[in-house]
């Protein structure tokens, strides 16, 4: 393993557990509080761990009696912020890391106009970071990042300030630049997860509750975050041979090769619930209705279903009103809880 976190942070309640394979990336997801920031810290060296230990390529960065100080890691981080020089141009931006290590003027120069070269950005090297998009500054960003040669790179949302329009030409090129680069990225965008990471890791409430193969997690999640994330319904139960028995005596009907009286999960897409009548499906009270493209996302206590404009006006629904909802067997996903 590359990256080694075997760490806690008692007063925020935190212990991680995080391994990390040379030249694969790594994405955090969770819910805000779930300790994806303080991993990242623990890791640049930001923050201290109150036990345990942080280790890159067999080298321990932090234990109960070694520290080595952030500039010492070889581990470079992006954040929604570029943070550019602003008295330095582009040019300069991508070599002050070069600059920085000792490598000579004429070098560094070359090696940063062939990052810029790489990003299609050579045309912007004379410019200074107030004459750039936000686009093309986290590109530059990017540069920057590639030409410091990180053993590890962290990304903290590095899209989360980019206009929807500009992210998708970012993440092709993220994708190009992470390729086999060892690299941690903090995400609430399911694309980025799926287009950018390898594997995902689950945290919530300080502590890692799934991880496993991006396309693994996200189709059958195992908390209530990852299932968000997804874009799923995720609910709890047992397979009793023929369909999921849930806590409340509800049902769905499924297919499984479980066996009868385990504990399973069931994950489907709000596409696939519809509306049925009184004493059909399972009884649920509307919690929210909003747009949803064409259709209206309607949200109960634990479930969410798309519905057509025309169901939901025929139906009269609001917050508040009960309904019935079912889901056919072929479009339940089961497994093992």
């Not at 070694?66 to 141009?89: E, K, M, N, Q, Y």
């Not at 070359?110 to 750039?132: C, I, V, Y």
Request: net charge negative.
């Amino acid at each position: 393993m590359s990256l080694v976190l075997r760490a806690a942070v008692a007063e925020r309640e935190v212990e991680l557990d995080l391994e990390v394979a040379d030249g694969e990336t790594l994405a955090l997801v969770g819910p805000n509080g779930a300790g994806k920031s303080t991993a990242l810290s623990l890791i640049a060296g930001t923050l201290r761990p109150s036990s345990g230990s942080v280790s890159l390529d067999g080298r321990v960065l932090a234990d109960a009696r070694t520290w080595v100080p952030p500039h010492d890691r070889r581990i470079t981080t992006l954040s929604p912020d570029p943070v550019l020089f602003p008295h330095l141009g582009v040019l300069g931006n991508v070599m002050f890391p070069l600059r920085a290590q000792g490598v000579p003027r004429r070098d560094a120069r070359r090696r940063a106009e062939e990052h810029l070269a790489e990003l299609g950005l050579s045309a912007l090297a004379d410019r200074r970071p107030a004459q750039l998009s936000g686009g093309q500054a986290q590109r530059v960003a990017i540069a920057r990042a590639l030409a410091a040669d990180p053993r590890l790179l962290l990304l903290d949302e590095p899209m989360a300030a980019l206009d929807i329009d500009v992210a998708p030409a970012l993440r092709e090129q993220l994708c190009r630049f992470l390729a086999g680069r060892t690299a941690i990225i903090v995400t609430h965008d399911v694309l980025d997860a799926l287009a950018l990471a390898d594997r995902v890791a689950v945290l919530e409430q300080g502590r890692v509750v799934d991880s496993g193969a991006s396309a693994e997690v996200l189709s059958r999640p195992r908390s209530a975050f990852a299932a968000r994330l997804a874009g799923l319904n995720l609910v709890h139960g047992r397979w009793d041979g023929r369909r999921i028995v849930l806590e409340d005596g509800g049902s769905l009907p499924a297919a499984s090769d479980l066996t009868p009286d385990t504990a399973a999960l069931a994950a489907f897409r709000p596409s696939a619930v519809r509306l049925v009548e009184p004493g059909q499906g399972l009884p649920r009270t509307v919690r929210s209705l909003t747009p949803h493209g064409d259709l209206v996302r309607v949200r109960t206590e634990d479930l969410a279903a798309d519905l057509s404009l025309q169901d939901a006006a025929a139906r009269h629904l609001a917050p508040g009103t009960e309904v019935h909802l079912a889901v056919d067997a072929v479009d339940v996903t089961t497994y093992l809880a």
